[in-house]
């Protein structure tokens, strides 16, 4: 086509021309055919960049469908991977988004519920018109960063929930998205804590037992105690934690036990724990004892973290101490003037039963003498118990003779009835008592004593014995 448009261009000039200058002619004709060939190179360059831009719209739309695709499943991909719930809902609230951990929090499928008002789904009816309010005024509670809701699943339970709603920023309407967590667990466990706590709490106010806890180095500041101490030392708890007066402890432990103290508190590291008595200055005024036992605690590179110790009011204990230590001292020397106004011996005569027959029925008895003889203040009214042991045998019931290994029963009584065995007064046994009035040679006192063997004892021939003691308490 092009080809023909110039051959006809120099047919029209050489025919203009037939009869003046055929040269001129011939060099018009090749000026217009010069002019048709840079036209058909810039036709051909025209249509061949045309080509180009075709060919880079095209490529630069399939990049961006490819960016898109990837821009897609990697979203799909974050969606399905999140274990937090995602959805997103259009200004009306009707979801357009419904990730997998949503479905396994609601009980929902995505299918279910795409298109459908998240309000009317998910959130109680006491909060539904709040959270539609948000989502039109695109303002509110629900839109003001991370809070705690009540949601709805689909078999109608309520479950606690923490929830942050975004605005996507689109052209055209809005679109929110809900970031969601099912905090059933969390609440439990904060409540199990709380629970623990407060059931430690009263543990603690209850006790007698004050607990606290300190630095391991240094000036020892405390760091905790508990409640109680109010009811130990008449302090509350921030007056001994004010952290103006890190010598509280120290300045109320007692003067004399204060050395004493210290050097039990910085041998801690050494020893590792420890416990310790001294007396502490009450809020009114007065020391109470204290038995302060405690433990150091270490960090997982061994070094000192705290020493954590209790407190217990020993105060009742050390004045009951104090008074047994007097009393013993009272009768100790109670004791020491009586033996300078009283002396009183005791001896005995033997319990001889003669000859056993092993064929006799009836039991063979036989008596002994204690005698106790008392010298002293003439006038001293002098009262004793007369107490005998088990013999060999080691029990009451019987006691028994020897020889050598064969052993004959037998007991020794009180009295003539031989009904009540003579003894400490244990194992269903008594003891004899008595009271006299000295006079100026001193006082003398038999008691017998009745011995019994039981018949029919088959035992072999010999010569039986046994010894025993005699403790006389005046």
């Not at 240094?218 to 009811?231: K, M, P, R, T, V």
Request: glycine share 8%; proline share 3%; with cysteine.
């Amino acid at each position: 086509m092009l080809h023909y448009a110039a051959m006809a261009g120099a047919s029209f000039v050489a025919g203009d021309t037939l009869s003046g200058d055929l040269s001129h002619a011939v060099e018009s004709a090749r000026l217009g055919g010069t002019a048709l060939i840079v036209g058909t190179v810039v036709v051909l360059g025209l249509a061949l960049l045309g080509a180009y831009a075709d060919r880079c719209i095209t490529a630069a739309r399939q990049d961006k469908e490819q960016a898109f695709r990837y821009s897609e499943a990697r979203l799909r991909a974050i969606l399905e991977a999140a274990l937090d719930c995602i959805i997103t809902i259009d200004q009306a609230g009707r979801i357009v988004e419904f990730n997998p951990a949503a479905e396994r929090t609601f009980g929902y499928r995505r299918a279910e519920v795409i298109g459908k008002e998240m309000a009317a789904l998910m959130i109680p009816p006491a909060l539904r018109e709040g959270h539609r309010r948000s989502l039109a005024t695109g303002e509110g509670p629900l839109l003001d960063g991370r809070r705690e809701i009540r949601v709805l699943r689909a078999d109608g339970a309520e479950i606690p929930a923490e929830i942050a709603v975004t605005r996507i920023g689109v052209e055209g309407p809005p679109l929110f998205t809900a970031y969601l967590r099912d905090i059933t667990d969390q609440k439990a466990a904060q409540q199990a804590l709380e629970s623990t706590g407060a059931r430690l709490q009263h543990l603690l106010a209850s006790s007698p037992t004050v607990i606290y806890s300190t630095a391991a180095t240094g000036d020892y500041a405390c760091s905790f105690i508990s409640e109680n101490l109010l009811e130990l030392i008449g302090y509350q708890a921030a007056e001994y934690l004010n952290d103006n007066d890190k010598d509280f402890w120290l300045e109320r432990v007692h003067p004399d036990d204060k050395t004493r103290v210290l050097a039990e508190f910085e041998d801690t590291v050494r020893r590792e724990r420890g416990a310790f008595e001294y007396r502490f200055l009450h809020k009114d005024g007065g020391y109470r004892w204290i038995h302060d036992s405690y433990r150091l605690t270490r960090g997982t590179e061994g070094q000192p973290l705290e020493i954590i110790g209790s407190w217990i009011d020993i105060t009742a204990r050390k004045e009951a101490e104090d008074a047994l230590g007097a009393a013993r001292d009272e009768a100790l020397r109670a004791n020491l003037a009586k033996s300078e106004l009283l002396s009183c011996t005791v001896s005995a005569t033997p319990v001889s039963f003669g000859s056993y027959n092993v064929f006799n029925a009836s039991p063979l008895d036989a008596t002994g003498t204690i005698t106790v003889h008392c010298t002293g203040l003439v006038g001293l009214l002098v009262s004793y118990n007369i107490k005998l042991s088990t013999g060999l045998s080691g029990s009451y019931a019987p006691r028994q003779m020897a020889n050598g290994a064969n052993r004959l029963n037998y007991n020794l009584y009180t009295d003539a009835t031989r009904l009540t065995v003579w003894g400490n007064g244990s194992a269903g046994t008594s003891f004899v008592s008595n009271s006299i009035l000295l006079v100026l040679l001193g006082v003398t006192v038999n008691h017998t004593i009745y011995g019994r063997v039981p018949a029919l004892q088959n035992v072999a021939v010999g010569s039986y014995s046994d010894n025993m003691t005699v403790t006389l308490t005046f």
